[in-house]
């Protein structure tokens, strides 16, 4: 296994923009649109599994995902074979303005699969999604007509009639007593500092805890590399145009419209009942940004037959990989299906 390793990093490396040593997995860049990058991840031992076409949060940039050798999800699931497609949407700028959810989900994910199962020539996909982009690809999967034959969601909110946080803000929206819009439209795009505060807010108020945990191992030379890159991430927020925030604000948290199947895309209802692929979705007990009431219900509302919960322990950011493997449970569901 090691041999082919070298191997496939040897051959790939032509094709990378960073070097495999700064944790950045071989990569081929296989379309783009506007600031949005399709990246293929070409499997190692390729041996006919399903692709995995992964689609990560809006608000966050993708590559905690690859993180560094040993600690990346993408490098995991090339290593098991599984040739990886990854949808970055880059960073909106103030032209981008009025892109809403629905663009996203029509213009740029639906392409993007379309432009993945012609690269893969396959006729079925696995999609997985984190967070807001799970929601985004429940919203793709209700709607779409791509062979989607299994469907991943990472701690996504599909809920939204409880929120955690914020409840006397949602409660005088709800009783139009907020006009947020008004703000929003008039800053067009919510800058990363504001993403990041009121992220904050909700998680870690007083940011401590990470810098003490770097002080009392300091002398690790792996934990500060991994510290590093990881503390960058959660620095890296995206900038949030105002089409979306306003969807989220008004469509999703204010009328809960996803739970109630009246969201549109283009002229298309989204019901979840469409959804028809094998479902896992994964929580986490401790996960304070996106909490298991907001999560479990789209296990009711779906039409898939092979439909399976996971709960982890740990908070938001828990891993999908295991000391550079596939956790065991992921591994197990998706190979049996793939």
Known sequence: ????????????????????????????????????????????????????FIIYSLVNQPFILDLLPGASTIEAFVSNGYDVYLIDFGKPGLEDRNMTISDYVSDYIERAVQKTLAHAETDNLTVLGYCLGGTLAAIHASI?????????????????????????????????????????????????????????????????????????????????????????????????TSGVANQIGEDLIKDNKL??????VNGKQVKLENIKANLLVVG???????????????????????????????GHTGTSVENGKIPAYLDEWLSSRS
């Open 259 to 264: 739970m109630k199947g009246t969201f549109m």
């Open 144 to 240: 779409t007509s791509a062979p989607i034959k299994n469907l991943i969601l990472f701690v996504t909110p599909i809920d939204f009639h409880t929120p955690p946080y914020f409840d006397k803000w949602v409660k005088a929206l709800r009783k139009g007593n907020v006009q947020e819009n008004k703000f929003v439209n008039e800053i067009g795009v919510l800058p990363a500092s504001f993403v990041e505060a009121g992220i904050r807010l909700v998680t870690s108020p007083i940011y401590i805890t990470p810098y003490l945990s770097l002080l009392t191992k300091k002398d690790d030379k792996n934990y500060v590399e991994k510290w590093l890159r990881f503390n960058a991430w959660t620095k890296g927020h995206i900038p949030m």
């Open 1 to 52: 296994m090691d041999n082919d390793m070298e191997k496939w990093k040897s051959e790939m490396s032509k094709y990378n923009d960073t070097p495999y040593k700064d944790g950045i997995t071989p990569r081929v860049k296989i379309w783009t649109k506007n600031k949005a990058t399709l990246w293929h991840y070409p499997a190692i031992n390729k041996n006919n599994k399903t692709p995995i």
């Open 284 to 314: 986490t007990e401790g996960d304070r940004l996106v909490p298991l009431h907001q999560i479990m219900p789209i296990m009711e509302k779906v039409s898939s037959i092979d439909k399976h919960i996971h709960i982890l322990q740990g």
